[in-house]
């Protein structure tokens, strides 16, 4: 389903031509795979963006019942069609500069008073939000990574002086060491 924004605006160019109406689709976002891991690269896409306009992107790393809090901010080129593909596009910083799929993930620092390590296995919860260069937001989504998959058990093993975690797969096994 299809939707559409409408953007009135007053021609100032054009004195004679009091209102001008445009249509633009709302802005939305696409990644692959659809549930990833936090070791798979995500290919992302934002699509019905103004086309050839900068925009800055804010990606948050928040989990819950923890003291976890991690940003990057990186700013885009729009491409002529209005889709920023974050595996061709480059970044223009300030987070990092040049084109990387995952740059945005890996960017991140610690805001303050944020605990500086995962203690967690847990799913990783990120926020991103697109706004133009006036600061405007233009969009909003959410994005889970896990640390394994949903499946696997997590075992911790205190035992005879061996410490450690032991993560099993689902399934009957036989599971190489």
């Known amino acids: 389903m299809r939707s559409a924004r409408f953007v009135i605006s007053l021609s100032v160019k ?3 031509v009091r209102w001008a109406r445009q249509i633009h689709q709302q802005v939305s976002a696409q990644w692959e795979p659809n549930n990833p891991k936090i070791d798979d690269t995500i290919q992302m896409k934002f699509c019905n963006l103004p086309n050839s306009s900068k925009v800055r992107l804010e990606t948050t790393l928040t989990t819950p019942g923890e003291k976890l809090k991690f940003r990057s901010s990186c700013i885009f080129s729009v491409n ?19 084109v990387d799929p995952m740059g945005i993930f890996w960017s991140m620092d610690p805001q303050p008073g944020s605990l500086t390590r995962l203690y967690s296995s847990g799913p990783l919860h990120y926020a991103m939000d697109l706004y133009d260069m006036e600061q405007e937001k233009l969009f909003s989504t959410s994005l889970v990574r896990n640390i394994y998959d949903q499946g696997t058990s997590r075992r ?9 975690t032991l993560f099993v797969p689902d399934g009957p096994g036989p599971f190489p060491a």
């Open 14 to 16: 054009h004195p004679h």
């Open 80 to 98: 002529s069609h209005g889709t920023l593909d974050l595996s061709t596009a480059p970044c223009d910083g300030p987070s990092y500069k040049g």
């Open 156 to 164: 911790d093993i205190r035992s005879d002086g061996i410490v450690g």
